[in-house]
């Protein structure tokens, strides 16, 4: 059974930054891609970044380019997900998820429990 572990989620200011963490329990976390979904109150998932097993590809919601970083450590099989110049529009319950299906981008086969990250203004 897979398991995903976030960590780092809290209340922020706008315009300060926080570091997610996503530690998957298998060791073949490697071969697959991961990443970071969320859902704010009364609204859809949305995709927010994704990174392939090797790092070579990296992917990220419009509106979170140029602030938010992802990364991954694959001898650690956690991925992380650095943010920036954060906004209220940012506050949502941040999910990692493992092992992309499509063809929505926010379709992953396993999922974390979440994160809530909010951000006042």
């Known amino acids: 059974q897979v398991q995903l572990v976030e960590s780092g989620g809290g209340l922020v200011q706008a315009g300060g930054s926080l570091r997610l963490a996503c530690v998957a329990s298998?060791?073949?976390?490697?071969?697959?891609?991961m990443g970071w979904v969320r859902q704010a109150p009364g609204k859809e998932r949305e995709f927010v970044s994704s990174?392939?097993?090797?790092?070579?590809?990296?992917a990220y919601l419009d509106s979170t380019k140029g602030r938010f970083t992802i990364s991954r450590d694959n001898a650690k099989n956690t991925v992380y997900l650095q943010m920036n110049s954060l906004k209220p529009e940012d506050t949502a319950v941040y999910y990692c998820?493992?092992?992309?299906?499509?063809?929505?981008?926010?379709?992953?086969?396993?999922w974390g429990q979440g994160t809530q990250v909010t951000v006042s203004s």
């Open positions: 298998i060791r073949t976390a490697r071969s697959y891609a």
């Open positions: 998820a493992l092992d992309f299906i499509g063809p929505s981008k926010s379709n992953w086969r396993y």
């Open positions: 990174i392939s097993g090797s790092s070579e590809r990296i």
